[in-house]
T-cell receptor
Framework: SQELEQSPQSLIVQEGKNLTINCTSS?????LYWYKQKYGEGLIFLMM?????EEKSHEKITAKLDEKKQQSSLHITASQPSHAGIYLC??????????????FGQGTRLTINP | DAGVIQSPRHEVTEMGQEVTLRCKPI?????LFWYRQTMMRGLELLIY????????DSGMPEDRFSAKMPNASFSTLKIQPSEPRDSAVYFC????????????FGSGTRLTVV
């Protein structure tokens, strides 16, 4: 079965610093999704990557999918308190049309210290 | 668009009671997913539907859990009888065309079984 490993599990950084969260898959990724979750709330969609080597950015957050399509990284530049929360990577592992299972890693809890 | 709507937001029930969680997906989305989130196990996929048909229920923990999708705009997740270990946050998500444009999550139902 598909397994996603996120690292680190938790991260505490000083406001203004850069940081990177990694997501590694045991199988080839056909779709990689990054979500953010605040405590007690639902998941907010950040970005989706599908092609090996693909890179997307939104404001100060950049996500990449490596060429072999088994690892993704999420990079935050000049972190702010609003970036605090739990970051989850999710993946679909089947190259089929129609509904696909989206499974998640355990999440990375990010704390930003002022 | 109102997004994915889940009800209730919070549910406290006694062990042994029946619990029904409800979800209204985004209009036009043809896939619906039920997830459970706990500190220990993270975000687990319980079951998902495509065009109202259950595709994969391998994540449903026990026969006490059942899910239905009688039409494209409504789904229920029922637990009967409920147990304290069922306490978790239950999320519903919907997508179009296998998640090509992302999966949208509801705000979740926080279930506490005492």
């Amino acid at each position: 079965s598909q397994e996603l490993e996120q690292s680190p599990q938790s991260l505490i950084v000083q406001e203004g610093k850069n940081l990177t969260i990694n997501c590694t898959s045991s199988k080839t990724l056909y779709g990689l999704y990054w979500y953010k979750q605040k405590y007690g709330e639902g998941l907010i969609f950040l970005m989706m990557l599908q092609k090996g080597g693909e890179e997307k950015s939104h404001e100060k957050i950049t996500a990449k999918l490596d060429e072999k399509k088994q690892q993704s990284s999420l990079h935050i530049t000049a972190s702010q308190p609003s970036h605090a929360g739990i970051y989850l990577c999710g993946a679909t592992v089947h190259r089929i049309q129609g509904a696909q299972k989206l499974v998640f890693g355990q999440g990375t809890r990010l704390t930003i210290n002022p | 668009d109102a997004g994915v709507i889940q009800s209730p937001r919070h549910e406290v029930t006694e062990m042994g009671q029946e619990v029904t969680l409800r979800c209204k997906p985004i209009s036009g989305h043809n896939s619906l997913f039920w997830y459970r989130q706990t500190m220990m196990r993270g975000l687990e996929l319980l079951i998902y539907f495509n065009n109202n048909v259950p595709i994969d229920d391998s994540g449903m923990p026990e026969d006490r859990f059942s899910a239905k999708m009688p039409n494209a705009s409504f789904s229920t997740l029922k637990i009967q009888p409920s147990e304290p270990r069922d306490s978790a946050v239950y999320f519903c998500a919907s997508s179009l065309s296998g998640g090509v444009i992302g999966y949208t999550f509801g705000s979740g139902t926080r279930l506490t079984v005492v």
